[in-house]
Structure formats: C-alpha cells, structure tokens
Nanobody, 115 residues
C-alpha cells in the first residue's frame, strides 16, 4: 500500500499562486505516473495533470498554461505549481500514484480561490 500525503493547499485570492506537494512512500516512485485530480462540491472528481516516470506531462485544457506538474524522484515528491488561479479552481486536490494497474490516492488538500 502506497501512502500519499498532500500539502500546500489554502485560501488565495484570484490571480494568486499556490504550490501543492505530494510525498509518496513508494519503492517504485521513479517509474510511477503521478497525477493530480480535483473535486469541487457537488461535482465529480476530475483529472488536472499528470507526469510519467519519463517526465512526460499532460494537462487538462482548463489549466493548461497556468499549472505546472513536476516531480523530484530523489524526494519521492510530486508538485503542482498553480498560477493565475480562478475561483473555479477551488476544490479538494488529490494526488494519485499509479504503477502498472495499481493506483493509490492521498487524503486531499483544500484549495479555495476567492474572487
């Protein structure tokens, strides 16, 4: 069982920035695909961004150009740098770790963007 711990959420004004971190207790972090998802109240969880073990990144259209996902394999940590935040970016952000067909989730960190 992989244990993921997210941090870095908080309250920020529209246009501001936040950086989320996700530390994974994984022996296979280097080869994992790490991703960030978010869930707003009353809505389904949605994929935000992902980075493969080969550092290939992908982003949802809604965050492209504003968010940057990265990873530090030496620290078993994935990051999500969020800039130009909008109120619609608010929600609980979850970290996801996938190796093969096995996925694990963190407990989430709340991001609230005020207008």
């Amino acid at each position: 069982q992989v244990h993921l711990v997210e941090s870095g959420g908080g309250l920020v004004q529209a246009g501001g920035s936040l950086r989320l971190s996700c530390v994974a207790s994984s022996n296979f972090f280097r080869i994992s695909t790490m991703a960030w998802y978010r869930q707003a109240p009353g809505k389904q969880r949605e994929w935000v961004a992902s980075v493969t073990g080969g550092d290939v990144t992908n982003y949802a259209d809604s965050v492209k150009g504003r968010f940057t996902i990265s990873r530090d394999n030496a620290k078993n940590t994935a990051y999500l740098q969020m800039s130009s935040l909008k109120p619609e970016d608010s929600g609980v952000y979850y970290c996801n770790h996938v190796v093969g067909t096995i996925g694990s989730w963190g407990q989430g960190t709340q991001v609230t963007v005020s207008s």
